[in-house]
Nanobody, 128 residues
Framework: QVQLVESGGGLVQAGGSLRLSCAAS????????MGWFRQAPGKERDFVAA????????AYADSVKGRFTVTRDNAKNTVYLQMNGLKPEDTAVYYCAADPNSTVLLGSSRTRTRYRYWGQGTQVTVSS
């Protein structure tokens, strides 16, 4: 069992930055792939970023590539999402998720169904 708790969301003006954190407890955090997803009101929960177990490989949605950076600190059981150049369309609830069955990024690491454990989400609002 893995428990995930996100933090760091808030209200920011367009062009600003936020850093989200996801603290994991329970099963060994360093076991698997970690992902970030987001869900805007009335929309599907979409892939944002993923990072391999070692942290050596990352993947991003086209909409955030070059602006967002995912990292992890296995010693602290925490994964981060640094978000720069925020836009109003980035407004959403951001969720972190854990896939303990994968150690490397797969094509399916971009899909919700790959992940077994989810956090409760943190709200990010970007004003124009």
């Amino acid at each position: 069992q893995v428990q995930l708790v996100e933090s760091g969301g808030g209200l920011v003006q367009a062009g600003g930055s936020l850093r989200l954190s996801c603290a994991a407890s329970g099963r060994t955090f360093s076991d698997g792939v970690m992902g970030w997803f987001r869900q805007a009101p009335g929309k599907e929960r979409d892939f944002v970023a993923a990072i391999s177990r070692s942290g050596g490989n990352t993947a991003y949605a086209d909409s955030v590539k070059g602006r967002f950076t995912v990292t992890r600190d296995n010693a602290k059981n925490t994964v981060y999402l640094q978000m720069n150049g925020l836009k109003p369309e980035d407004t959403a609830v951001y969720y972190c998720a854990a896939d303990p069955n994968s150690t490397v990024l797969l094509g399916s690491s971009r899909t919700r169904t790959r992940y077994r454990y989810w956090g409760q989400g943190t709200q990010v609002t970007v004003s124009s």
